[in-house]
C-alpha cells in the first residue's frame, strides 16, 4: 500500500467511527519548498480548528 492509499483508508474508518475525514490531509512537498510547506501546516492548522469536536463517545486508540 502506497501513503495515498493509507489516507484513502483512514478516511473511510473515520467516517465509519463518525470522524470526519477532514482530520485526514495529505500534502506534497519537497525539501526545498519550505514556503509550501509552511503554508500547508497553516491550512491544516485553520482545517483542524473549523472542525467539531471529537465524539465523547470515541475510545482513545
Not at 470522524?19 to 501546516?41: G, L, M, N
Amino acid at each position: 500500500m502506497n501513503t495515498h492509499e493509507h489516507v484513502l483508508f483512514l478516511k473511510k474508518v473515520f467516517n465509519h467511527l463518525g470522524i470526519s475525514e477532514d482530520r485526514i490531509q495529505q500534502y506534497f512537498c519537497s525539501a526545498a519548498e519550505v514556503e509550501k510547506f509552511t503554508s500547508s501546516i497553516n491550512d491544516i492548522s485553520k482545517k483542524i480548528e473549523s472542525l467539531p469536536p471529537l465524539p465523547k463517545n470515541l475510545n482513545p486508540i
